[in-house]
Nanobody, 129 residues
Framework: QVQLVESGGGLVQAGGSLRLSCAAS????????MGWFRQAPGLEREFVAA????????YYADSVKGRFAITRDNAKNTVYLKMNNLSPEDTALYFC??????????????????????WGQGTQVTVSS
């Protein structure tokens, strides 16, 4: 079992930046592939980015490619999402999630929420225009 707690969300103006953190406890993070998802009111949960256990592979949604960066520090049991050039369309509740063996084949598998076993409670990101 792994428990995930997100932090770092907040209110930012369009064009600004935020860095989200996802702290894991209960199990070593290196045992898991990690992902970030987001959900805006009235919409389905949307994939944002994913990273393999040893950070050798990353995968991004087209909507955030070039603006967001997912990284991890396994020694600190933490995954990060650096978000740059934010727009109001990025406003959502952001979740981190942990899963296993998501990068054995095509990285697109890591974009499927049903492939993840553990989820955090989320951190709100609001981007004002």
């Amino acid at each position: 079992q792994v428990q995930l707690v997100e932090s770092g969300g907040g209110l930012v103006q369009a064009g600004g930046s935020l860095r989200l953190s996802c702290a894991a406890s209960g199990s070593a993070l290196i045992g898991y592939d990690m992902g970030w998802f987001r959900q805006a009111p009235g919409l389905e949960r949307e994939f944002v980015a994913a990273i393999s256990r040893t950070a050798t592979i990353t995968y991004y949604a087209d909507s955030v490619k070039g603006r967001f960066a997912i990284t991890r520090d396994n020694a600190k049991n933490t995954v990060y999402l650096k978000m740059n050039n934010l727009s109001p369309e990025d406003t959502a509740l952001y979740f981190c999630a942990a899963g296993s063996q998501l990068f054995l084949g095509t990285p697109a598998v890591s974009a499927k929420p049903e492939m993840y076993d553990y989820w955090g409670q989320g951190t709100q990101v609001t981007v004002s225009s």
